[in-house]
């Protein structure tokens, strides 16, 4: 790029470059003087950075509005298709919505978040303000307790909360991480979204969960025992197999559930989830062999 000044060095420029993008996190365009203080930037600096951008197609702007360009989009899809566990797990994930009537999702952990790799579902996936490439507190999610379980050097920002179920100490998350590490799946009442939850598994190898695939919907659709843990936790493996020994390899087949609806075999939020699950044996998180 030709946006650097006398006396700064390429690494400079490419964090200055950096905070310019990172500004664009979230919907909507950005003005000139909202990215300024977004950046900390100087404004003749990111006005030039900005056009620079623009001619490169990693921005658009329109009027004095900008916003990610098409070239980020290029860029973003060749990573995702790329990603060894997300070319994995779709046939999969699509066979976990089929199954459940939920919808899917297959996320990693970066920092103390989690971030959505794919979002699979019917009519259900726009009550559910999740999008591939999206964030959300890990310890808020099943899908970062599943990784989260396996990964106990995190620094967990417990103080970001979403609803008032959220985990708010180290007490209840310590516990909570336990319970993932015995039965081998996560749950997730409410604590991310009013009226939903999720049942999550981790993917990879024992100990060592690289990503994880959860089901979610409405509460009153939820099943908090092995009639969603099972068939999750059979895609997660599923999806680790395939990304250890190629696509080629032929995948667990899920039958179709009946309709889940909470009556009386169902638990109660709050309840011990050991009540209605067996601990997980190591094996079943990856691949004989």
Not at 54 to 70: C, K, S
Not at 161 to 175: D, H, I
Not at 258 to 277: F, I, K, Q, V, Y
Request: net charge positive; proline share 7%; aromatic share 4%.
């Amino acid at each position: 790029m030709t946006v650097e000044k006398a006396g700064e060095t390429p690494s400079a420029v490419i964090d200055r470059i950096s905070l310019v993008l990172d500004a664009f996190e979230g919907p909507g365009r950005l003005t000139l003087a909202q990215i300024v203080r977004r950046t900390g930037l100087p404004r003749s600096s990111a006005h030039r950075m900005l056009e620079r951008l623009v001619a490169l197609r990693w921005l658009r702007r329109e009027g004095r509005d900008y916003e990610l360009g098409m070239r980020l989009v290029e860029l973003g899809s060749l990573a995702l298709h790329q990603d060894r566990i997300h070319r994995a797990a779709i046939p999969l994930l699509r066979d976990l919505h089929r199954a459940t009537g939920l919808v899917v999702h297959l996320a990693v952990l970066d920092g103390s978040d989690v971030v959505y790799l794919e979002k699979t579902g019917d009519q259900m996936v726009a009550a559910i303000p999740t999008r591939v490439g999206g964030r959300q507190p890990a310890h808020c999610t099943a899908v970062g307790k599943a990784i989260l379980a396996d990964n106990n050097a995190t620094v967990v920002d417990l103080s970001a909360r979403k609803t008032r179920f959220s985990l708010t100490t180290a007490a209840q998350l310590t516990a909570e991480l336990a319970k993932v590490r015995a039965h081998g799946v996560a749950f997730e009442r409410e604590e991310s979204l009013p009226g939903f939850g999720c049942v999550a598994a981790p993917i990879g190898p024992a100990g060592r969960a690289v990503a994880a695939v959860s089901v979610c919907g409405p509460i009153s659709r939820m099943s908090f025992d092995q009639r969603l843990a099972a068939p999750v936790r059979m895609t997660a493996m599923g999806v680790w197999r395939n990304a250890e020994d190629g696509s080629g390899r032929v995948a667990p087949t899920l039958q179709s559930l009946r309709p889940l609806r909470s009556g009386p075999g169902s638990r109660p939020m709050g309840a011990p989830e050991s009540a209605t699950l067996q601990p997980a044996c190591p094996s079943t998180r990856r691949s004989p062999g």
